[in-house]
């Protein structure tokens, strides 16, 4: 029987990643009643994760989440280190010598392929990108997109999609004062886009979005959307979908297209236009996207399970801008078991197992990473639940750690010249940020470089 966790000898974790999931995690475990240090690594100097840079700007009642994250963060025995990337300026290996458990948390950072021909056609983008580019991620500021199109094709029909969609939907006076990058806003003045063609592979009865997204769309001050009479005719296996209480969301988001259809294309100067039942097979330009070919589906399989066949039937669209929206991916870290396929870490109800299934003592895993790119910020938090109870569960059988003691771990970190970000480094960032939005009507103005966020400490 270990000590751990007692006064003796301090239970040590580490959270890799501080978004939602590594926020909640870290909650969860100093919420027991064991002694415990919790050590989040973010490789960014921000924490927050998708909620800073995944996040719309416009939808800013989401981001007030980090208040509940600050309180956290401000935990006696939970400490921030930012600017630390886990599998470059410190392995896993070497993690583990320090802590006696780690919880990874470190999202889904890339994006889902559609593995067509002209995919990565110049004008082809993925919606991971352009979201952080217009989130101010670092990544990604120096991206450029073609705005001087008059015609934007969105694949996918969920969430993210709905961001993508809406944010070239609006004017430039519905996002000048959100948190939006300055340098997104200043390209978005000059955006000729007109047309924005949502594109779903299934129905308008299996829609990913949710019913305050397509809301939105019909209160926009210059965009109208579009949705064709026709396509709201659906099979019936989709009516037995609807009807089903737990299609609630659906049922919604059915009815409300169906709104749209019975108002005709509207006079404002966008159009946002809803294509469902179709999907991209090629895209083709002479050295950019000049348009995408779509095939035509049909529903097969029963309610719930309905699935979308190619019916060879073919049509055109003209586009000069094309997003691939079919949902995010996990990167692997050496030393961590991962599924390529999937995007995420094998686990067993977030303790990381092996190919063999067998559970690697001492390693854990919560959020996108854990259960792939699903739900909303809040979905989060008994999923990190679930996986700190059994990491508790745990503690009497976890091996200890070599280097019970932070400050050696730093110490290596500064002999690497790792600029370690703490806690008050970032209010230090986050309070410039504020005062620099302020000035120009904007609740913050994110540094979207790292050496700007480190000039300021
Ligand atoms: P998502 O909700 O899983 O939606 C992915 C969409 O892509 C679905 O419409 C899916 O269609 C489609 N798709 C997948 N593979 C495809 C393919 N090969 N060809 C054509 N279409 C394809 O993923 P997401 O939009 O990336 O969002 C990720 C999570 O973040 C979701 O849980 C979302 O709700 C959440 N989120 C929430 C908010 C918010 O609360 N405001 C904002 C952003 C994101 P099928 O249904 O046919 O598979």
Known sequence: MSNLGTNERVLRVAIVGSGPSGF?????????????????????????????????????KIKNVTKVYERIADKENVSFFGNVTIGRDVSVEELKKYYDAIIFTNGAETD?????????????????????????????????????????????????????????AKTVDELKTTDIAQHALDALVNSKIKEIHMVGRRGPAQTAFTPVEIKEFGELEDCNPVVKAED????????????????????????RLKEYSELGEGAKSKKFICHFLKSPVELVGDGKVEKVILEKNALSGEANKQKARGSGE????????FFRSVGYRGLSIEGVPFHEQWGSILHEE?????????????????????????????????????????LLEDVASLTLCEIPDTSALLNILKEKKVRVVTLDDWKKIDVAEIENGQKIGKPREKFVSLNDMLAVL
């Open 112 to 168: 889902k392929k559609l593995g067509i021909p002209g995919e990565d056609l110049p004008g082809s983008y993925t919606a991971t990108e352009f979201v952080a580019w217009y989130n101010g991620h670092p990544d990604y500021a120096d991206h450029k997109f073609d705005l001087s199109q008059e015609v934007a094709v969105i694949i996918g029909q969920g969430n993210v999609a709905m961001d993508v969609c809406r944010i070239l």
């Open 350 to 390: 977030g303790r990381v197992v092996d190919e063999n299934n067998k559970v690697v003592a001492g390693l854990y895993t919560a959020g996108w990473i854990k259960r792939g790119p699903s739900g909303v910020v809040g979905t989060n938090k008994p999923d990190s639940e679930e996986t700190v109870k059994h």
């Open 232 to 255: 709201m005719e659906i099979n019936e296996a989709s009516q037995e979908e609807l009807a089903d209480p737990k299609n609630m969301q659906k049922k919604k988001n059915y009815d």
């Open 314 to 321: 073919k049509e055109e669209l003209a586009c000069g801008l």
């Open 24 to 60: 909640y995690a870290a909650d969860a475990v100093t919420k027991s009643e064991l002694n415990v240090i919790v050590d989040m690594f973010d490789r960014l100097p921000a924490p927050y994760g998708l909620v800073r840079y995944g996040v719309a700007p416009d939808h800013a």
